[in-house]
């Protein structure tokens, strides 16, 4: 982990989020709600070489686990992306980030006219189709949602 | 076959020989007064207006010697001011046995079945689905032609909006039907419904036609729905694009003498009069068939045995 391409300083302890689509890392820090209120510490790379020659950004964030639906939230813009769990300077655990079946009440319709954006009280409900590149299907009103979805995120 | 409470909500909730079942069960009841519903209620919760489907659930219900109990559109608009659907679903469920919804959001009638226990039959739910109006269609056609596999089968209009169409296209898939979707170019079938048509199980060809010419001597059935002016930027434009679908003898001379015409209605004059009469209409047929799909539907989900 000394190696150059560390090109941010090692943290303790925290997350780091790796592998996510190049230019996507500020929207992995909105979904984190990290803005000028929040007082984590935080990293940015953006648009870093990786090991398969394309291009990735990275976010690392000190003294933090992530959340299941954060994770859920990261994997519908970033479907690629790897959540490191680091402990004392080293990775203690390490997975990809992956949709569930079904996701619920972390993205909301993106059809104006679905009951599911009424004040009826249901919860936002996607089965996903596909994974990479996400592709998701509203329970309710059958709509289809792909490409950026980062407007849509709750 | 018994469907014991079942919701109505999406044709696509329907397999191919459960779809056959309710075809030949609506052949079955087509006609006939009984009383195997009697004591049972039908509520009618309709939020937009409508005539054909409202009352042929009302004539469905009462030829089955079952009750109904209606709120108007604009009864449930002013109860909709103050309570959610959720709501209005829950108390509804308390003077009936199953409820006819129809509602402007898309996914209502699935929203509905999940807050009560009685079944939910999608009477319309936005642009989305359609389910019974969706059978009564499949209905005419295998009525007509006795088998449905195998048909060659045109579709003419608004393929990318109308709710109709959207709904009968799959099913018809389904049933390695050939279909010829015909259409101006701008209001053509979206793309992931093209996809889903052309589904690696499916025998039937899909192909993309702008005029109903090309492909009228090919057709056993000819399914027409409304190009609407709403759809155009500018109402000439609209006027040049729907004129030259209109369906008329002339062009019907050159079909096969037992293609049949089929229209959701209500039709503005996407079919000239003079077909009324000929032996090719079949929409008024095919509106009365939704008494017979409606009373199978019924017996189905409330009979008892
Ligand atoms: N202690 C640490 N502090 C900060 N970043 C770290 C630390 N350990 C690993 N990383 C970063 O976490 C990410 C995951 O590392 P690695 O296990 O080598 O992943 P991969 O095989 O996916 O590239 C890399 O971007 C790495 O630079
Ligand atoms: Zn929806």
Redesign the pocket.
Known sequence: ?SRK??RVR??KNGT?I??ISPGYALKVIKILEIDEKSNDIVSIAMNVP??DGEKKD?V?VEDRELESNEVDKIALIAPNA?I?I?ED???KE?YDVELPRKVKDVIKCSNNNCISNTREPVAYQFEIKQKSPVRLKCIYCKNIMEGDLSDYLL | MKFNDRDIVSINDFSKKEIKEILESAEDVEGEKKDILEGKVLANLFFEPSTRTRLSFETAMKQLGGKVISLSSTQASSISKGESLADTVRVIEGYSDSIVLRHPKEGAAKMASKFTDNPIINAGDGSNEHPTQTLTDLYTIWKEKKEITGLNIGVVGDLKYGRTVHSLLLPLADFDVNIYLISPLQLRIRKESMEQLKGEEKNGFVEEKTSVEEVIEELDVLYVTRIQKERFAESQEYEKVAGSYKIDMDLLKKAKDDIILMHPLPRVDEISPEVDNSSYARYFEQSANGVAIRKALLELILGEE
């Open positions: 982990m391409e560390l090692k943290i780091v790796d592998h990786s090991s990275i690392k790897t490191n680091i300077y080293e990775v390490k």
